[in-house]
């Protein structure tokens, strides 16, 4: 009997004021588990602007304790009562200036699984994340929830192999990339990167991408999230490049065999030869 999982991905547009945010996100999570969807992952920072377009002390503020702040809690009774794993990309305060880009997992029964910090933060224009956020130093975790193994990698991160590449060698069933990225020069970026990341690593790949222009910047967030398989087909249709939409796929998970068994990639792997790759 073949292993399917119906995911689900969440984009969305600013409301302007954070409870509100929240408010759509939950409603997102029954529309979600009243489709079947056993796993749902949010769009970057999920509950407020994308504030990197620039830099202001006062969007400190949105941090927050993982997992002991109100979100995490209110989204942890949320997950228990429906049954649903979720991944919420937040803004998270270790302590009073220590920040992280994080993505909390909690699993079906509202369980708190872990985290993932962004690794990679850039500081361009638009984009001055390095203001507001510390690298990531969690490594690459990989999460095993009731639908299987989970990783999760943010937005900027996408255009650097290595992390994909540590979440297949942790067992990654599925990877969530949610996002804020907006037209213009990475573009063309998004519906290349990730499949070739699925082909390469094997596994399937759910990137997520908020909509719309936001009174903080002239950022255009153009959506078009999406599931795609180790194949690099898409799962089903892109999503709006400008609406509100839950994505929600059925994932034939037999297809990871499949294509590991035809394509030996970890197999033939050479870590033996790729110590100059690590070098500053």
Partial sequence: ?????????????????????????????????????????????????????????????????????????????????????????????????VLYNTSAVIDADGSYLGKYRKHH???????????????????????????????????????????????????????????????GLSAYLWQLEQPAAAVANEYFVGAINRVGVEELGSNDFYGTSYFVDPEAQFVGEVASDKETELVVRDLDMDKLRTVRDRWQFYRDRRPDAYGPLTAP
């Fill in 121 to 183: 933060i850039p500081q361009v224009e638009g984009f001055w994340e390095k203001f507001y956020f510390r690298p990531g130093n969690s490594g690459w975790p990989v999460f095993d929830t009731a639908v299987g193994k989970v990783g999760v990698y943010i937005c900027y991160d996408r255009h650097f192999p290595e992390g994909w590449r540590a979440l297949g060698l942790a067992g990654a069933e599925i990877v969530f990339n949610p996002s804020a990225t907006s037209r």
């Fill in 1 to 97: 009997m073949s292993r399917v999982i119906r995911a689900a991905v969440f984009q969305t547009a600013w409301t302007g004021d954070k409870e509100s945010m929240i408010q759509v996100h939950e409603q997102a999570v029954r529309d979600a588990a009243a489709q079947g969807a056993q796993v749902l992952c949010f769009q970057e920072l999920f509950y407020g602007p994308y504030f990197c377009q620039v830099q202001d002390k006062a969007f400190y503020e949105y941090a927050e304790r993982i997992p002991e702040g109100p979100i995490v809690r209110r989204f942890q009774s949320l997950a228990s009562e429906l049954g649903i794993v979720l991944v919420l990309p937040m803004y998270e305060e270790e302590q009073p200036g």
